[in-house]
């Protein structure tokens, strides 16, 4: 079996594109497209079904893929295994967060003590970034309220609130608190479905007994922002991420539990990884006070 066919292949199923999987491997999209039909050939096989300027992948397709992702998660175990060797003096970590205001931190002290690991950072809601780690595009992840799985090795990382913020014309600008049952006589604006916050807040909505009757559902957390500060409702977010905008005023909810616990999570077939578990032993000296 052609490996650079095989490692083709894996490109353009985990990319969901060609052009995509020519850059990540660095190659021409004609040398990619070659590997991967020649492997078709070989075996009388359909990979890939292009659909107009996209591709979807056959059954065929994604029973191979579940096989490469093995595959190329050994290679990496392997690599990691030679790197221990050289003391963490080179290797590469991929780190998804849902948000930049724990992991930057993170990695900063992480490239402080390890300046040969190379990382990278790339940003979603909560459902994407923990899909992204199930189909391995990422070594680790950070965000909040991870779910027991047997597939993940999470530790817990800081409890965090939620608060609500308003305009600086708001009405409530001038208070420090609300209740819950303020809530329905205002617009609220949400964050889209897979977003933590919203699902926290939607938890904490209903445990109290009040239902909203008037949402606005916008897909980023900056757009949420600027939606509030234009006086077009009320926002949810982690007290971390609330920042120094001077256009916008929190509050906490006093009659409700409201808030989650940020985890770092990796595979668990992943955490005996030397980069891995350097990074997981880089946050444990910091997670007693950030619990209490």
Request: hydrophobic share 40%; charged share 25%.
């Amino acid at each position: 079996m052609n490996y650079a066919q095989i490692r083709a292949f894996h490109a353009v199923a985990s990319e969901g594109s060609f052009t995509k999987a020519a850059d990540v491997l660095n190659v021409t999209q004609p040398t990619l497209s070659g590997q991967v039909a020649a492997l078709e050939e070989i075996y009388g096989v359909k990979l890939f079904e292009r659909r107009g300027r996209g591709i979807e992948i056959t059954e065929i397709g994604r029973r191979l893929h579940a096989v490469t992702l093995r595959q190329f998660a050994v290679e990496l175990e392997a690599e990691q295994v030679l790197l221990s060797a050289r003391g963490l003096m080179s290797g590469q970590l991929r780190v998804a967060a849902d948000a930049p205001y724990h992991v930057v931190p993170l990695l900063a002290t992480f490239s402080r003590l390890y300046p040969g690991i190379n990382f990278s950072m790339s940003f979603g809601n909560s459902q994407q970034v923990l899909q992204g780690l199930y189909e391995r595009k990422s070594d680790v992840v950070v965000m909040p309220n991870i779910h027991e799985d047997r597939r993940l090795h999470a530790a817990p990382l800081k409890r965090e609130p939620l608060i609500v913020f308003v305009d600086r014309n708001h009405p409530w600008a001038a208070r420090r608190s609300i209740s819950i049952t303020e809530l329905p006589h205002h617009r609220i604006i949400l964050r889209e479905k897979g977003s933590v916050t919203r699902k926290i807040f939607e938890t904490a909505l209903e445990s109290a007994g009040v239902k909203l009757t008037d949402i606005l559902e916008i897909g980023s957390r900056e757009a949420v922002r600027e939606a509030v500060a234009s006086g077009l409702g009320i926002g949810v977010v982690f007290e971390s991420e609330f920042g120094n905008d001077t256009r916008l005023h929190g509050l906490t909810v006093r009659d409700v539990q409201l808030e989650g616990l940020e985890y770092v999570a990796c595979l668990k077939d992943q955490k005996d990884s030397p980069v891995i578990r350097a990074f997981f032993d880089q946050i444990q000296s910091s997670t007693a006070t950030n619990l209490a």
